[in-house]
C-alpha cells in the first residue's frame, strides 16, 4: 500500500520560498515518474514539476527558473524548493508517485500554500 506524506506548506510573504516534502512508504522508486500537481478551488489540477528516471526533471513553464525539484532514494522523498514565491503560487500541493501499472496513480493528501 503506498502512502504519500506531504510537509513543508504554510504562509509566506511575496518573494519568500519554501521547501515542500514528500515521504513515501510502500512504494518502491525504480525511476517511474515522481512530482508535485496543484490545485486550487475551482479549477483542474496543474503539473508543477516531475522527476522520473535518471532524475531527469521538467518543470512547468510557470516556475521554470524559481522550482527545483529533487529526490533522495534512500530516504524515500521527493522534495520541491520553491523561490521567489508569488500569489499565483497560492495552491494546494500534492506529492505524486507512478508505477508501472498506474500513471500518476498514487496521491498524497495535499500541503496548503499560501503567498500574500
Known amino acids: 500500500h503506498v502512502q504519500l506524506v506531504e510537509s513543508g506548506g504554510g504562509s509566506v510573504q511575496a518573494g519568500g520560498s519554501l521547501t515542500l516534502t514528500c515521504v513515501t512508504s510502500?512504494?518502491?522508486?525504480?525511476?517511474?515518474?515522481m512530482g508535485w500537481f496543484l490545485q486550487v478551488p475551482g479549477k483542474q489540477r496543474e503539473k508543477v514539476a516531475l522527476?522520473?528516471?535518471?532524475?531527469?526533471?521538467h518543470c512547468s513553464q510557470s516556475v521554470k527558473g524559481r522550482f527545483t525539484i529533487s529526490k533522495d532514494s534512500a530516504k524515500n522523498t521527493v522534495s520541491l524548493q520553491m523561490n521567489s514565491l508569488t500569489s499565483e503560487d497560492t495552491a494546494l500541493y500534492h506529492c505524486?508517485?507512478?508505477?508501472?501499472?498506474?500513471?500518476?496513480?498514487?496521491w498524497g493528501q495535499g500541503t496548503q500554500v499560501t503567498v500574500s
Open positions: 505524486v508517485a507512478s508505477t508501472a501499472a498506474s500513471v500518476f496513480g498514487n
Open positions: 510502500g512504494y518502491t522508486d525504480d525511476g517511474h515518474c
Open positions: 522527476i522520473g528516471s535518471y532524475r531527469a526533471t
